[in-house]
Structures are given as C-alpha cells and as structure tokens.
C-alpha cells in the first residue's frame, strides 16, 4: 500500500467513527436506544467504544475528544442496555 492510499484510508476511518458518534448522539438525545438492547448490537450499530469498563463503554469523538461531549452507555450482567448519560461538552 502506498503511502496516499494509507493517508486516505485513515481519513476515510475517522470520517466513519465521527459520523457514528453524532449518530450515537443522536439517538441518545432522542432516547432511540431501547433498554435490553445486547453490547453486541451497540458495538454493530455504533462501532466500539474508546473505553470499556465494568459494563460502562464510553464513546467520544475521536478527533476532538477533549472538547467533545461524551456519552456513556451501561449495560447490566447479561450485557443488556440500561442506561445512557451524555456528558456534554462545548468546542472553544
């Protein structure tokens, strides 16, 4: 692989994860997230997530991750959706 088609690919990668984010945000506002929903079908529908931790997954933007809002996702014991809390945050 040469390195153009490298660069483009990274930009292709990041154009993807930004968009799923503002997706995720999205339907976290618009509460489309339905409580039961398996970590597998999140992870499918919304890419994984930049932290996983004792059935939390936090996602963020992955380019402007300081200035970004966050959310977070919890899951219960059968890795079944039961919460989201967004951590909203605003670009300078």
């Known amino acids: 692989m040469e390195l153009g088609s490298e660069q483009q690919g990274q930009k292709d990668y990041v154009a993807k994860a930004r968009m799923s984010f503002k997706v995720l945000l999205?339907?976290?506002r618009a509460n489309?997230?339905?409580i039961g929903?398996?970590?597998t079908v999140v992870?499918?529908?919304y890419g994984e997530p930049a932290l996983e931790k004792d059935g939390t997954f936090l996602y963020r933007d992955p380019?402007?991750?300081l200035h970004s809002s966050k959310v977070y996702l919890t899951f219960d014991a059968d890795k079944?959706?039961?919460e989201a809390r967004i951590e909203e945050r605003y670009a300078r």
Do not use: L, Y
Request: glycine residues 0%.
């Open 26 to 28: 999205c339907d976290v």
């Open 32 to 34: 489309r997230i339905k």
């Open 37 to 39: 929903t398996t970590s």
């Open 43 to 45: 992870k499918t529908r």
């Open 63 to 65: 380019v402007d991750f």
């Open 80 to 82: 079944k959706f039961i």
